[in-house]
Nanobody, 128 residues
Framework: VQLVESGGGLVQAGGSLRLSCVASGFSFDEYSIGWFRQAPGKLREAASCISKSEGSTYSVDSVKGRFTISSDNAKNTVYLQMSNLKAEDTGEYFC??????????????????????WGQGTQVTVSS
């Protein structure tokens, strides 16, 4: 299983970025993909997750309405479109994968402890 993130960078508050996560080495349609982030000195936390089998997404309250997760199955790629960025969005962003169980709800498992396979991360810095 390999996950490679890209798209991070430095942006001013109020700006936008799109992160990409390219997956390989596993059956993409059978896995949920999540975007997680970690600020310096803080625990890793969920941002958004997507279930390909259920066709549903989930975002935590702090990013809801600003971040959109989507999937291009033909490219084995999951995106995180981030807009109206805030200084508190600064951190290392990781994508991760977990094998979905039948009928599992994406919201129930959208936390770092439920995900097994991780990318190396991409840094997002929002200047205020």
């Amino acid at each position: 299983v390999q996950l490679v993130e890209s798209g991070g960078g430095l942006v001013q508050a109020g700006g936008s970025l799109r992160l990409s996560c390219v997956a390989s080495g596993f059956s993409f349609d059978e896995y949920s993909i999540g975007w997680f982030r970690q600020a310096p000195g803080k625990l890793r936390e969920a941002a958004s997750c997507i279930s390909k089998s259920e066709g549903s997404t989930y975002s935590v309250d702090s990013v809801k309405g600003r971040f959109t997760i989507s999937s291009d199955n033909a490219k084995n790629t999951v995106y995180l479109q981030m807009s109206n960025l805030k200084a508190e969005d600064t951190g290392e962003y990781f994508c991760a994968a977990r094998l979905e169980a039948p009928t599992e709800r994406v919201a129930r498992y959208c936390n770092p402890y439920e995900y097994d396979h991780w990318g190396q991360g991409t840094q997002v810095t929002v200047s205020s």
